[in-house]
Nanobody, 122 residues
Framework: VQLQASGGGAVQAGDSLRLSCAAS????????MGWFRQAPEKEREFVSA????????YYADSVKGRSTISRDKGKNTMYLRIDRLKPEDAAVYFC????????????????WGQGTLVTVSS
C-alpha cells in the first residue's frame, strides 16, 4: 500500500482546511486509516482515525468537535477537515494505515504517507 497525503498549506487562525490521503493498493474493511501530526521538536501525535468498512470515527481531544474524518471508498481516499484552525495545529500531517485495527499509537500503523505541511498564522 502506498499513501499520498496532500492539501496542506499556509492558513490563518480560524480558517478551515481539508487534507486528503489517496491510497494505492487494496484497503480492506477491517483496516483502519488514521491521521497523525508532528510539530517541530515534538513527537508524532494521533489526530483521528476511521474504520474503512463501517466508517466509525475517532478523534484526539485536541481536534474533537472541530474536525471531521471521512473516506470515499470508490476513490480509495481519506479526508480530514479541520475547522477553526489554531496556531497549535501547525504541523506536518501524516496519513497511515493499520492492518490490525484501531490504535492511537503511531508504531502500530503499517504504512505511512510522506506528510503534508500545515502552517497556521495568528
Amino acid at each position: 500500500v502506498q499513501l499520498q497525503a496532500s492539501g496542506g498549506g499556509a492558513v490563518q487562525a480560524g480558517d478551515s482546511l481539508r487534507l486528503s490521503c489517496a491510497a494505492s493498493g487494496r484497503i480492506y474493511s477491517s483496516h483502519v486509516m488514521g491521521w497523525f501530526r508532528q510539530a517541530p521538536e515534538k513527537e508524532r501525535e494521533f489526530v483521528s482515525a476511521i474504520r474503512w468498512g463501517v466508517g466509525n470515527t475517532y478523534y484526539a481531544d485536541s481536534v474533537k468537535g472541530r474536525s471531521t474524518i471521512s473516506r470515499d471508498k470508490g476513490k480509495n481516499t481519506m479526508y480530514l477537515r479541520i475547522d477553526r484552525l489554531k496556531p497549535e495545529d501547525a504541523a506536518v500531517y501524516f496519513c497511515a494505515v493499520n492492518f490490525q485495527g484501531l490504535s492511537n499509537v503511531a508504531s502500530d500503523y503499517d504504512y505511512w504517507g510522506q506528510g503534508t505541511l500545515v502552517t497556521v498564522s495568528s
